[in-house]
């Protein structure tokens, strides 16, 4: 008895061990110890600590689930009944703009952690530059914080910013798959408008018409697409990408009204090989 006494005060000592030594930098939800988030930055004000977390510890062009925690500097326990909202906004030279952004929601399996998705749909540069003000309300006191967001230049186009027919600027950004395959991938992508500046709300109730090609490979195409649509208002829009081989894809868009009319993008021919709304990828 007393030996297996002494292997249970070791069990219990090694575990509680292993919990203190977790980097801070690393964030796995109570519920979920699946799902690991790396910090992308942490937001300060005079009484919170913001973490901000992705699946890679970074924020980029286009399309970023985010995740945040706030922290309370006097307790150094995390805010479980927060109400949480975002604005991200882009500082140019000549104005500011937003960009497609959604609600910041409390997560099911752990409610001390807050989720939602922002679509960066211009890169960072010398002079111009993102930052993110975070707003949130405890209990009836409103705090905010601010800190600038990286953004730097990508090498593949995730996100397109166009101006339609209809003279409505639209943002299509590429989502999922996330690590493709050669095989039929289930395709996400989101279809955001321009209402104003600072307003991006949700395209409903069209179609991206999609045609992957490999211009390095005779500009051929591939078996089984099936173009993307929503499966409800206000919601991302999902099909099927067909890819054959590894290697660089094209993958070329068409923005469709529900009534087919083609508001952005072109067929690809042997005269036109490519769009002018894609979306680049390779593995």
């Avoid at 975002?86 to 140019?92: A, F, G, L, R, S």
């Avoid at 929503?230 to 009534?259: C, E, F, H, R």
Wanted: one cysteine or more; charged letters at 20%.
């Amino acid at each position: 008895m007393k030996h297996l006494y002494r292997t249970l005060i070791l069990i219990i000592s090694l575990s509680f061990l292993a919990v203190s030594c977790r980097s801070s930098e690393e964030f796995v939800p109570e519920e979920n110890a699946a799902e690991t988030l790396l910090k992308v930055k942490e937001i300060t004000n005079a009484t919170h600590i913001i973490e901000l977390y992705s699946a890679t510890g970074t924020t980029s062009l286009g399309y970023n689930d985010l995740k945040l925690r706030i922290k309370n500097k006097s307790t150094n326990q995390y805010e479980k009944n927060a109400t949480v909202s975002w604005k991200p906004v882009m500082h140019m030279t000549s104005m500011m703009h937003s960009c497609p952004k959604s609600l910041v929601v409390t997560d099911t399996k752990d409610n001390s952690l807050y989720s939602g998705y922002i679509v960066f749909q211009m890169p960072q540069n010398a002079t111009e530059y993102w930052d993110l003000t975070i707003d949130y309300s405890i209990n009836g006191s409103a705090y905010t914080a601010t800190s600038i967001i990286d953004v730097p230049v990508s090498s593949k186009s995730k996100v397109s910013a166009v101006l339609g027919s209809d003279n409505v600027k639209y943002i299509v950004a590429y989502i999922d798959p996330k690590t493709p395959k050669v095989a039929v991938n289930d395709l996400t992508v989101g279809v955001w408008k321009m209402q104003d500046m600072m307003n991006f709300p949700v395209v409903d109730g069209y179609t991206i018409k999609i045609d992957p090609r490999m211009p390095g490979m005779g500009n051929h195409t591939s078996p089984n697409n099936v173009h993307a649509t929503q499966p409800g208002s206000g919601k991302l829009y999902t099909g099927k990408l067909s890819l054959t081989m590894t290697g660089y894809w094209k993958i070329n868009l068409q923005i469709v009204k529900a009534d087919g009319t083609v508001v952005k993008g072109e067929n690809v021919t042997d005269a036109n090989p490519a769009s002018s709304v894609f979306f680049e990828i390779e593995f």
